[in-house]
């Protein structure tokens, strides 16, 4: 069945709603909220609109105990390069990193040393502490100023498991901020990075050597020590040769060698110039020092640290040289039983 529906009932049927067009509302009298308001997002407004000051020049550094937490401190590699030649006379606080005291002193030591066992920084730096260097060490390193590696000892044909020495370093950043805050001497000789990991155990004994020497030096009224590595006497040595034999090259290179002994006042035993392991300057004050009446001079002390892998003849040469030479219990004991004809050579031998 068809329905039809007429014309005029279209309005009946219904329609989608156009959207009204909405009409801005009237502004808002100033009442005592809005004004509020807008002068709260205009002093937000402000502050975003100020400079940021950079932690390195702002009054209270942060120190870096803050830094652990993740705050970024930069190791002045930003500096201008005019500035850099210069910055050992600026305040810390200028290169963006603080130290504490034990820091500077731990990365000056190991800096001198070129690498130190973990638990003789312990020890010396911290007091017999291991935690807080522990603590600090991780910082340093995070900041990419030292490394810490974990080296084989020296088995010196013993059998069994492998011992383990944990040791840090100095990397090349590292060496170069603590010449610059530290204020060393200018011939104290800074090492980054780790060399011939073989005598690594051998080259961090020197450092308790040293303690030892240092010790008697001061007790006797030495002060502003340093230190000279046998790897910087080679170098001066080498090149005091290298010079003499340039200007006579006909002079006999033992007599050379000789007169270069003398000069560095090094012994000269078998032909060969003996070189200590350590080489510890001083200085001395005329008060302490009753035989001379100009002021103050200068002294050292040679020191040499001994092994298991020495052979007699290397033994013997060494005693002749007059170094302040030291052993470990161990290797007093081993060195014993290998000159037991020449027991005289162990009467000098000092224990670590």
Same mark, same amino acid.
């Given at each position: 069945m068809r329905l039809d529906i007429p014309h005029d009932l279209d309005h009946d049927v219904p329609r989608r709603r156009r959207p009204e067009t909405l009409r801005p509302a009237p502004p808002l009298g100033p009442g005592p909220l809005e004004g509020e308001r807008r002068e709260r997002l205009a002093t937000q407004a402000e502050v975003r609109r100020m400079p940021e000051i950079p932690r390195n020049r702002q009054e209270n550094v942060v120190p870096h105990e803050r830094a652990r937490e993740g705050q970024a401190h930069k190791v002045s590699h930003d500096l201008p390069m005019e500035r850099r030649?210069?910055?050992?006379?600026?305040?810390?606080?200028?290169? @963006?990193?603080?130290?504490?005291?034990? /820091?500077?002193?731990? !990365? +000056?030591?190991? =800096?001198?040393?070129?690498?130190?066992?973990?638990?003789?920084?312990?020890?010396?730096?911290?007091?017999?502490h291991p935690s807080p260097m522990q603590r600090d060490l991780r910082f340093l390193e995070q900041q990419k100023l030292v490394e810490v590696d974990s080296v084989n000892a020296?088995?010196?044909?013993? @059998?069994?498991?492998?011992?383990?020495? /944990?040791?840090?370093? !100095? +990397?090349?950043? =590292?060496?170069?901020?603590?010449?610059?805050?530290?204020?060393?001497?200018?011939?104290?000789?800074?090492?980054?990075?780790?060399?011939?990991?073989?005598?690594?155990?051998?080259?961090?004994?020197?450092?308790?050597?040293y303690l030892k020497e240092a010790e008697c030096i001061e007790r006797a009224g030495g002060t502003n020590l340093r230190v000279q590595l046998d790897f910087e006497l080679k170098s001066q040595i080498q090149k005091a040769i290298y010079a003499a034999r340039k200007v006579a090259p006909e002079r006999d290179l033992s007599e050379i060698k000789q007169q270069v002994a003398q000069q560095f006042d090094l012994p000269f035993v078998n032909d060969t110039i003996q070189i200590p392991d350590a080489r510890i300057q001083y200085d001395l004050d005329r008060k302490v020092d009753q035989d001379t009446d100009q002021g103050s001079r200068t002294g050292h002390e040679d020191i040499e640290v001994l092994t298991a892998a020495y052979r007699p003849g290397h033994l013997r040469s060494k005693a002749q040289a007059g170094f302040h030479v030291y052993a470990s219990s161990a290797d007093r004991a081993t060195l014993s039983a290998r000159v037991e004809d020449d027991h005289h050579l162990m009467e000098h031998i000092l224990e670590l």
């Open positions: 030649t210069r910055r050992h006379e600026l305040p810390q606080q200028s290169v @963006g990193l603080s130290l504490r005291q034990e /820091e500077i002193h731990a !990365l +000056t030591e190991i =800096g001198k040393f070129r690498v130190l066992a973990t638990h003789d920084l312990a020890e010396t730096a911290y007091r017999g020296r088995r010196d044909g013993r @059998g069994g498991r492998v011992e383990r020495i /944990e040791v840090v370093t !100095l +990397t090349r950043a =590292g060496r170069d901020m603590i010449r610059q805050i530290a204020g060393l001497p200018d011939n104290q000789k800074l090492y980054a990075g780790l060399v011939k990991p073989r005598e690594v155990e051998h080259d961090t004994q020197i450092y308790r050597a």
